[in-house]
């Protein structure tokens, strides 16, 4: 009996653990880590085997993604992938500066597959930098909230019925 042979197969190997970036990732995402500063992702890796308190897993801020969105969703001649670096995810959409430096929103809802290029940033619990930049966010955030309660409660003031 002959063994079948597989003609149209792609091998995706594990990311490297190498302290040198290689180019095994696409052009295009070589392009956006340059433009990063980054020259190692490799502390940067998914955990998926092990301890489960030791896994660490999932999309983080700054990844960089390939996403297929849904057919009946474009129009014309669109490139079904959109390929860039994740900025925010929300409830119903995600936010990517794609491989041409353009800001796009995609809604969930026409989403199909997210592939993860690589993480360029810790898992979040670990990420000093961004706890730093939330905490300060929400400082922010709270003053600007104050401000406008003390502005609309001394406007109401001037207005009571008397």
């Not at 190692?40 to 801020?61: C, E, T």
């Not at 936010?95 to 353009?102: K, L, N, P, Q, T």
């Not at 989403?111 to 619990?125: A, D, N």
């Not at 400082?139 to 008397?162: D, L, M």
Request: hydrophobic share 35%; glycine share 4%.
């Amino acid at each position: 009996m002959e063994e079948p042979t597989i003609t149209d197969a792609t091998v995706h190997s594990p990311l490297p653990k190498s302290s040198i970036m290689t180019t095994d990732y696409p052009d295009w995402a070589m392009v956006e880590l340059d433009r990063m500063g980054i020259s190692d992702v490799s502390d940067f890796q998914d955990v998926l085997y092990g301890p489960i308190a030791d896994r660490k897993a999932g999309l983080r801020r700054d990844d960089l993604v390939e996403i297929l969105l849904d057919a009946r969703s474009l129009t014309g001649d669109m490139e079904p992938w959109v390929r860039g670096r994740l900025i925010s995810s929300h409830k119903s959409s995600l936010e990517i500066i794609d491989s041409e430096g353009h800001f796009r929103a995609l809604a969930r809802e026409v989403i199909v597959e997210i592939r993860l290029i690589t993480h360029t940033r810790p898992p979040y619990i670990d990420d000093e930098e961004l706890m730093t930049f939330e905490r300060s966010e929400a400082r922010r955030r709270s003053e600007i909230q104050e401000e406008v309660e003390k502005r609309a409660s001394n406007s109401h003031e001037n207005h009571q019925w008397g």
